[in-house]
């Protein structure tokens, strides 16, 4: 029995899981990846979706419904299956990867099991506000910020992608126990694989066309339209790909049609991420204009892909790039535009950005994650927290629920 002695036993819940894909999804299954590989045992616990084709062992489903609006399943957090399985797995950590509905399991049974809580903060939370309307956006946001900080005084560690998002919760909150930057990690060998020529040809672009490219899903705090009015500053006509899809397209496309620009924006809708770096290995730049990114997981995709990076000065990119292969600039079309042209002059970047990513590579990442998970043990053992929940913070969370209950 020696040889399970020095492995972890890690259950990992997560509202959104394959085969939906978003930048959560991204992070649990390279952690799942990473933890299996250094020998060490990674259970998901995630919402059902009747499109799974294969149902793999180490993924136990609770059940969800399809809403009409809703872009992934929404998750009924009640299962007496799950619930005697993980009796049965015996985890020694559990880790929640959003504050609500499966987060809120992993909180119950960790005070039901006796066993360390670590969250994943992956969302600016309160970026997401308007979304709420017609809810006051300033009371949603006090109510995301009092929410937030009751799920943290369940927890025994902290995890952050990056320092500025860390930085960002130190301001709002009186930070008392551990947290980590521990970044998702890359594939690396995944974005390798082609060279330029050799991904144009399996799509069909022309190999004299210079060609821009971006990712992510197309809503309003994604900054599409700055890009796009950015991208119509730019000489030379160059080709810009869009890989992605939202509700936003649409304003997207008339907006591309009012600057004269359409013929050279190609929005290809969702992509399956195993051909991302086919489209990231064909492109010449990778443009950016989100702030509300908490790692830059897409930015550091393009880097191992060998582009280089005119990106919007936020949160997550900048902890992404280095001076050697990026450009970052404040949020405006005409500075953005500039940042482009500068990258686009530099020349070739490719080792650099290479480099720059090659630091975040899978399996260094996730023994970050092993030792986080030591001191959440530890943690646990003391009876430390991340936030102290004091009398004060109580009273303010129950009058923001009411607040909200009577906005409803």
């Known amino acids: 029995m020696d040889e399970w002695v020095d492995r972890l036993r890690v259950a990992m819940f997560t509202n959104v899981y394959l085969p939906n ?31 799974i084709e294969q149902r793999a062992p180490y993924v136990f489903r609770y059940p969800a419904v399809e809403l009409p609006l809703q872009k992934y399943p929404l998750t009924l957090p009640v299962s007496p299956y799950a619930d005697h399985l993980l009796l049965n797995l015996k985890p020694q950590v559990l880790h929640a990867n959003h ?75 009186d930070i008392a126990g551990e ?8 594939e690396l060998e995944k974005f390798a694989q082609l060279e330029r020529a050799q991904a144009r040809k399996q799509l069909g672009w022309p190999l004299e066309d210079l ?34 899809a939202g509700e936003e397209l649409k304003a997207l496309q008339n907006l591309a049609q009012e600057l004269g620009i359409l013929e050279r924006c190609h929005f290809t ?28 997981l897409v930015t550091l995709e393009a880097m191992a892909s060998g582009l280089g990076v005119a990106a919007v000065d936020g949160s997550g990119t900048r902890d992404a790039v280095s ?15 500039e940042a482009i042209v500068q990258m686009l002059q530099r020349g070739d970047c490719s080792q650099a950005a290479r480099s720059r990513a090659g630091q975040f590579d899978l399996l260094s990442q996730g023994q970050k994650l092993v030792e986080v998970y ?17 009398a004060e913070s109580q009273s303010r969370w129950q009058s923001l629920l009411k607040l909200v209950g009577m906005s409803l």
């Open 21 to 51: 894909t978003n930048g959560v999804v991204v992070s649990v299954e390279s952690f799942r990846k990473a933890l299996t590989r250094l020998g060490h045992h990674a259970y998901v616990f995630a919402p059902d979706s009747g499109k």
């Open 99 to 173: 504050p609500a509905l499966l987060g809120r399991v992993a909180q119950r049974k960790s005070e039901e099991l006796d066993l360390p809580l670590v969250f994943t903060y992956h969302t600016r939370y309160t970026d997401y506000a308007h979304y709420a309307s017609p809810l006051p956006a300033e009371n949603v946001k006090d109510f995301i910020h009092a929410w937030l900080g009751e799920f943290m005084s369940h927890c025994h560690h902290l995890v952050v992608p990056s320092q500025s998002i860390g930085n960002l919760l130190r301001q709002h909150y």
């Open 179 to 186: 947290i980590s930057v521990v970044p998702t990690g890359i």
């Open 211 to 244: 060609v821009l490219i971006s990712v992510g899903r197309l809503a309003k705090e994604k900054n599409f339209d700055l890009l796009l009015r950015a991208f119509a500053l730019v000489q030379d006509d160059p080709q810009l790909y869009v890989l992605g």
């Open 269 to 296: 809708g969702l992509v399956a991420m195993s051909d991302i770096p086919t489209y990231l290995a064909a492109a010449d730049l990778f443009v950016f204009a989100s702030v509300t990114e908490t790692q830059g």
């Open 323 to 337: 001076a050697e292969c990026a450009v970052l600039c404040p949020p405006q079309p005409e500075a953005l535009a």
């Open 374 to 390: 030591g001191q959440a043990i530890e943690a646990h053992r003391r009876g430390h927290r991340v936030l102290a929940s004091t």
